[in-house]
């Protein structure tokens, strides 16, 4: 009866069930050979820009740092390959505006050996050594909120947390990243898991995948410690159960309340894909240098899941997997919260879980579909995971009422998950307005 | 590699199959064998009803679309639904021409006044028939029985009434049919005028005999179900009109049985299944939000028994509707969802039966379930 759980409240209310296009789950993680050059953007993440560590024409090997961090909320950036510096320059960025970037000159020979570690204990540091030791492994949240990852440990003393909530349901359409770190490396996430208790005063841990995904549920479960601080749990599919929130709404029953961090009611989030790459860098002290991101789409001849070094430009890329065609849309993260890229010289940043590459005849049609005027059919209010009414929402961003929203209709706690523009039957941009609107009232609050 | 023309959109990238075309259509199908059952009820009458009542919101749609007066395009169906609806409330045999008038003024005066699809604040059909209730009193309130003979060869004779002359009475008419003037007589108006309850599984089925009734509720019914089961059309609405409507003529009928009819003959008689159905649920005319939905129809059903028992009409569920209809952006206000994180606190799943994680009874768990635990100071 699983039709019930929804009445038991055993997941977050609404959502949607978009088609889920999971092909390349089953498709073993590969490595993507390094492209002539590599071009590491120092703006990678939430925060400042890192600062440059290397001169141009200096040599450098794979695994050294390039850039440190620039203050607490901010990275540093190591190279992904032996090479040569050869300019540190402006270079589009997803987002569109164009960003500072070190480009090295990969040598023809340059291996995938890491040259450049320092191996460390992790029982025996504490608190604030262990959180630096993060910040020099370069990690930012993998799930796609590129927030620097030891910012984010830094949990105030006086908030218990007593659950650590993992992330692994990759609730996105195409995107199997996670799925594949989950079941070829669990050992990794475990380490990971190890870690994070031992910074928050070991809580205990769950676990929480998709059920679309039993094969990663079963490899977790084999790598599980015997001691029960971990587990594994099956949630039911659907999107967005991979939000923060939804996932500790699913898992612990609490609601994170709005204008509130997750640790202020006792649970903590964590992406799997962070903490399989905590656990496998840390112990050697290495540096975040390359991601595994889904690579798949229409127009895409060879799609997978690739091991892609970070700075890899999107042309190399798609020319690698075979995806040409007169027009394309190439979008960085899943198809409803991703970023249509402008440039296909945008280098792979460390926050892109998947790379989608649909030819321009299959989204035209979406495209060119009539927008009504809003019926009020209640479809969108009926699956916004927020609770918020998006209808009405939608009609006050197009009479341009910004403060209303945000004080009336909790504009505010949308996260843009899109699935209100998914549903609309009159096809009505809802998520874009409220993007729109949010950015407005953002600028008008500065000001 | 050729340069390839990038083509940026903003997320979401995908999108869900259905369309407002999509749901109007889905509507008019479920309204066919609701039409063909009316037209195996009252002949080619029904049927050069329906027919002129549709072309003339269509053509009326078409004018005001082609003028820009209003949103929406003639291929998305909204027309051909207010059309077949203002048809099957309308009697059989009443002129075809004052059909052509409530079409007209259904769509003119209820739609693209204020902008066409979507903006419309009342049900267009209702809009359309309250006019022509207004008009033509009498034309509106003659019924004739169905199922008879001859009713595929023969028009009921008011049908073909010239446009603005009164049309023929049906009194002689049906004389020659060997009935009499009474037959004429909806069950609602035979219950308001003569105390006559008719039974509710005849009225159910509106298959025995020669009464004078629309299209039978267990097939509007049927269909609904359809519709709701696909969702293109919210299952509250209905419920909540019938159940309220169910509720308040039950709780009069248990006050006093010799004055109110059972309930079971308020729900089956009239325009209420077919108000419930598909003029209630109208998406554009109701709220959007889930609670407000339920007040909505609880609204319709109570105002329906109300003006039925309280008023000098027969029939209350136009007057209902329309009322809910004016008090919908009302309730909308009222009934707004409760945003994620600010309701009441969350039960927590622990001790569920679902719950699957029982090796964390070793962890150390602090008892604390809800919202904000209070900082340690």
Same mark, same amino acid.
């Given at each position: 009866?699983?039709?019930?759980?929804?009445?038991?409240?055993?997941?977050?209310?609404?959502?949607?069930?978009?088609?889920?296009?999971?092909?390349?789950?089953?498709?073993?993680?590969?490595?993507?050979?390094?492209?002539?050059?590599?071009?590491?953007?120092?703006? %990678?993440?939430?925060?400042?820009?890192?600062?440059?560590?290397?001169?141009?024409? %200096?040599?450098?090997?794979?695994?050294?740092?390039?850039?440190?961090?620039?203050?607490?909320?901010?990275?540093?950036?190591?190279?992904?390959?032996?090479?040569?510096?050869?300019?540190?320059?402006?270079?589009?960025?997803?987002?569109?505006?164009?960003?500072?970037?070190?480009?090295?000159?990969v040598h023809p020979g340059s291996t995938q050996e890491v040259l450049w570690e320092q191996p460390q204990y992790l029982p025996?540091?504490?608190?604030?050594?262990?959180?630096?030791?993060?910040?020099?492994?370069?990690?930012?949240?993998?799930?796609?909120?590129?927030?620097?990852?030891?910012?984010?440990?830094?949990?105030?003393?006086?908030?218990?947390?007593?659950?650590?909530?993992?992330?692994?349901?990759?609730?996105?359409?195409?995107?199997?990243?996670?799925? *594949?770190?989950?079941?070829?490396?669990?050992?990794?996430?475990?380490?990971?898991?190890?870690?994070?208790? %031992?910074?928050?005063?070991?809580?205990?841990?769950?676990?929480?995948?998709?059920d679309n995904k039993p094969d990663a549920v079963e490899a977790i479960r084999a790598c599980l410690p015997d001691d029960g601080s971990v587990?594994?749990?099956?949630?039911?599919?659907?999107?967005?159960?991979?939000?923060?929130?939804?996932?500790?709404? &699913?898992?612990?029953?609490?609601?994170?309340?709005?204008?509130?961090?997750?640790?202020?009611?006792?649970?903590?989030?964590?992406?799997?894909?962070?903490?399989?790459?905590?656990?496998?860098?840390?112990? %050697?002290?290495?540096?975040?240098?390359?991601?595994?991101?889904?690579?798949?789409? &229409?127009?895409?001849? *060879?799609?997978?899941?690739?091991?892609?070094?970070?700075?890899?430009?999107?042309?190399?890329?798609?020319?690698?997997?075979?995806?040409?065609?007169?027009?394309?849309?190439?979008?960085?993260?899943?198809?409803?919260?991703?970023?249509?890229?402008?440039?296909?010289?945008?280098?792979?940043?460390?926050?892109?879980?998947?790379?989608?590459?649909?030819?321009?005849?299959?989204?035209?049609?979406?495209?060119?579909?009539?927008?009504?005027?809003?019926?009020?059919?209640?479809?969108?209010?009926?699956?916004?995971?927020?609770?918020?009414?998006?209808?009405?929402?939608?009609?006050?961003?197009?009479?341009?009422?910004?403060?209303?929203?945000?004080?009336?209709?909790?504009l505010g706690t949308c996260f843009e998950c899109g699935s209100c523009s998914y549903v609309c039957p009159a096809n009505i941009p809802l998520v874009q307005q409220f993007r729109v609107a949010k950015r407005i009232l953002r600028e008008k609050a500065v000001a | 590699m050729t340069q390839p023309l990038i083509e940026i959109r903003s997320a979401p990238h995908v999108k869900g199959p259905r369309s407002v075309e999509m749901i109007m259509r889905h509507v008019v199908w479920s309204l066919l064998p609701i039409c063909a059952f009316y037209i195996f009820q009252y002949g080619i009458s029904a049927l050069a009803s329906i027919v002129v009542v549709t072309a003339t919101c269509l053509l009326a749609e078409r004018a005001f679309v082609r003028t820009g007066t209003q949103a929406g395009r003639l291929a998305d169906f909204s027309a051909v639904i207010t059309g077949v609806l203002l048809a099957l409330t309308l009697p059989p045999g009443f002129p075809l021409w004052m059909g052509a008038v409530a079409g007209l003024v259904a769509i003119a005066l209820g739609k693209a006044l204020f902008g066409g699809i979507g903006f419309n604040v009342f049900n267009p059909a209702l809009v359309g028939r309250a006019f022509v209730q207004a008009a033509f009193p009498t034309s509106i309130a003659t019924y004739t029985p169905s199922f008879l003979a001859g009713r595929f060869t023969e028009f009921i004779p008011s049908s073909l009434a010239l446009p603005l002359m009164t049309p023929a009475g049906t009194a002689d008419w049906l004389q020659s049919k060997n009935l009499d003037a009474l037959a004429g007589a909806t069950p609602l108006a035979k219950w308001k005028f003569d105390g006559v309850v008719a039974n509710a599984i005849e009225l159910l089925t509106s298959l025995s005999g020669h009464i004078a009734v629309g299209p039978a509720p267990a097939l509007i019914l049927l269909c609904g179900v359809y519709l709701a089961v696909r969702r293109f059309m919210d299952w509250r609405i209905p419920i909540a009109v019938l159940g309220s409507a169910a509720l308040t003529a039950w709780l009069l009928y248990a006050f006093d049985a010799a004055r109110y009819p059972n309930p079971f003959f308020m729900l089956f008689s009239g325009g209420l299944i077919l108000g419930a159905v598909y003029m209630a649920t109208d998406m554009v005319t109701s709220p959007v939000t889930p609670r407000g939905m339920w007040v909505y129809g609880a609204l319709i059903g109570l105002l329906t028994v109300v003006i039925r028992y309280y008023s000098g009409l027969p029939e209350g569920v136009m007057y209902a509707i329309l009322i809910a209809n004016a008090a919908s952006p009302l309730i909308e206000k009222i009934t707004q969802p409760v945003t994620f994180g600010r309701g009441a606190p969350g039960r927590s799943r622990e001790g569920s039966p679902g719950y699957v994680s029982r090796t964390d009874a070793n962890a150390a768990i602090p008892k604390k379930r809800f919202l904000r635990n209070k900082p340690k100071k």
């Open positions: 009866m699983k039709f019930l759980n929804y009445f038991r409240g055993e997941t977050f209310a609404r959502g949607i069930h978009p088609p889920q296009h999971k092909e390349t789950a089953t498709m073993p993680i590969r490595r993507l050979p390094f492209a002539p050059r590599l071009i590491v953007h120092l703006s %990678q993440q939430v925060g400042r820009p890192a600062r440059p560590l290397v001169r141009v024409g %200096q040599e450098v090997v794979r695994g050294q740092p390039i850039a440190a961090a620039e203050g607490f909320i901010s990275v540093p950036h190591h190279a992904p390959a032996s090479g040569v510096v050869e300019a540190i320059r402006l270079h589009p960025t997803a987002n569109g505006p164009w960003g500072e970037a070190i480009v090295i000159r025996a540091l504490d608190a604030d050594e262990l959180i630096e030791a993060v910040q020099d492994t370069g990690i930012v949240g993998l799930g796609g909120g590129v927030f620097p990852t030891h910012a984010k440990l830094k949990v105030p003393k006086q908030w218990p947390v007593d659950t650590l909530v993992v992330n692994g349901c990759e609730c996105e359409p195409y995107l199997t990243s996670d799925h *594949r770190i989950m079941v070829e490396h669990p050992a990794d996430i475990i380490a990971g898991i190890a870690i994070v208790r %031992q910074l928050l005063g070991g809580p205990r841990a769950i676990i929480g995948i998709e587990s594994v749990e099956a949630v039911p599919t659907k999107y967005p159960q991979g939000a923060g929130e939804m996932l500790i709404k &699913t898992l612990v029953g609490r609601e994170v309340p709005p204008d509130s961090r997750s640790y202020q009611i006792g649970a903590y989030v964590q992406n799997v894909a962070t903490l399989a790459h905590m656990g496998a860098l840390m112990p %050697q002290g290495r540096g975040f240098i390359e991601r595994v991101i889904t690579v798949v789409g &229409t127009a895409v001849e *060879r799609p997978g899941n690739y091991l892609v070094p970070i700075g890899t430009p999107l042309r190399f890329l798609l020319e690698y997997v075979g995806a040409r065609d007169e027009s394309l849309e190439v979008v960085f993260g899943g198809p409803m919260m991703g970023q249509a890229v402008a440039s296909l010289d945008t280098p792979v940043t460390k926050g892109v879980s998947g790379i989608l590459v649909f030819r321009g005849r299959d989204v035209a049609e979406r495209a060119e579909r009539k927008t009504y005027p809003c019926i009020k059919c209640g479809e969108c209010v009926e699956c916004c995971p927020m609770g918020l009414n998006p209808s009405t929402l939608g009609m006050l961003a197009a009479k341009r009422e910004y403060e209303l929203m945000s004080e009336k209709y909790f | -």
